[in-house]
Structure formats: structure tokens, C-alpha cells
């Protein structure tokens, strides 16, 4: 599986959130899991189930760009707003925004900025644009930025450019490998 995720555990019993991400992030997920239902995007389920599929009625995936309610109770008398937005990252890589008593958290997971980020209307709503682009996002509480790159010295080519750029970087490395190899047999 390329793609893995972040837990975030909201309450018991546990409703997690996967947010695609390093192999770090999967800490804690077995074959065995039954700590609570995992929400996720719909290729992260994919992605997770063909690893684990014994974990297929666990995992619901929600869709990006829309409004999901949350239960954190059996009882269904507290619950949460839920919205992913694609994270231009990973396949399935999402930012969360949670609204509920707790305040409106944004969490990133990792993530990719882009301008074309501005144009998101839940978090950058069209009546609060304006010229200057001063205080045109929603009011966040608390931002969980999860982002190990997130330094200008570190330049990345964009999703765009990437089918054009891998096959030449994997060609580069297959005839380093062979070059590197032929030195270390010697004549």
C-alpha cells in the first residue's frame, strides 16, 4: 500500500479519521483492528482494505468536498461536521475540517499548497474575497498543520509535471544502478 494514514481518535466509543500520509502514520492499525469504526477518503478505503480486508465493514469512506455528521456516541446525541478537502498530496491524502462544541479545527495531514486552495468555498467562502486577500478564510480555533516540508528551501515539482518527470528520474536511477554495479565488479 502507498498510501497510509494518520489516526485521529475523536471519543469513545472511537471514531478514527485516516488521513493518507508515511508509513509512520499507520502506528497502532492491525489485521485485528477493533477500536471503532475508521472514516477515511474513498481511495484511502481501497487502499487500506486491499491490506487489510478483514477490515471492510469498519471502514466507511466519506466523500470529499461534502458535509458529513459524525456521531461520537452510541447514543447519537453528540456528533461533529466533518468536510475533507483533497490535499494535493497522495493518492487520497485529505485535510480535515471538524466543527462541533469543540470549536472549527482544520487539520492538514500532510499537504501540498497550491493557490488553487483559495478557491475552496467552505474554508474561503466568495463573500468574504476581497482584492487584498485579507481575511478572506473562515475562523479557525485550532490548526493542526502536519507538514514536513513546510520550509522554502524545499522545492517539489508539482502533481502536474510528475508523469512527465518520473519515468526520466527512474530511467536515471536503473542506469546509475547498472553503472555503479559494473564499478563494483571491476574489469
Not at 72 to 92: P, R, W, Y
Not at 95 to 102: A, Q, T, Y
Not at 107 to 118: K, N
Not at 156 to 177: N, Q
Request: net charge negative; with cysteine; aromatic share 6%.
Amino acid at each position: 500500500m502507498s498510501s497510509t494514514s494518520t489516526f485521529l481518535a475523536i471519543s469513545t466509543p472511537v471514531p478514527i479519521l485516516l488521513l493518507p500520509g508515511s508509513l509512520d502514520h499507520t502506528i497502532g492499525l492491525t489485521p485485528t483492528w477493533n477500536h471503532g469504526t475508521i472514516y477515511c477518503s474513498a481511495i484511502t478505503k481501497r487502499l487500506l482494505v486491499d491490506k487489510y480486508p478483514n477490515l471492510q465493514d469498519l471502514v466507511v469512506p466519506l466523500d470529499m468536498n461534502v458535509e458529513h455528521w459524525i456521531y461520537l456516541n452510541q447514543e447519537k446525541t453528540e456528533g461533529v461536521s466533518v468536510h475533507l478537502f483533497d490535499a494535493n498530496h497522495i493518492l487520497g491524502a485529505a485535510m480535515i475540517l471538524f466543527r462541533g462544541k469543540m470549536g472549527t479545527i482544520l487539520h492538514t495531514g500532510d499537504f501540498r499548497y497550491t493557490d488553487r486552495m483559495l478557491e475552496n468555498p467552505v474554508l474561503f467562502p466568495p463573500h468574504l474575497k476581497n482584492e487584498r486577500l485579507k481575511q478572506i478564510a473562515i475562523d479557525i480555533d485550532q490548526l493542526v498543520l502536519d507538514n514536513t516540508f513546510c520550509d522554502p528551501k524545499f522545492t517539489h515539482p508539482s502533481k502536474v509535471s510528475l508523469p512527465l518527470i518520473i519515468p526520466v528520474t527512474v530511467a536515471r536511477g536503473v542506469s546509475d544502478s547498472d553503472r555503479h554495479r559494473r564499478e563494483a565488479q571491476g574489469p
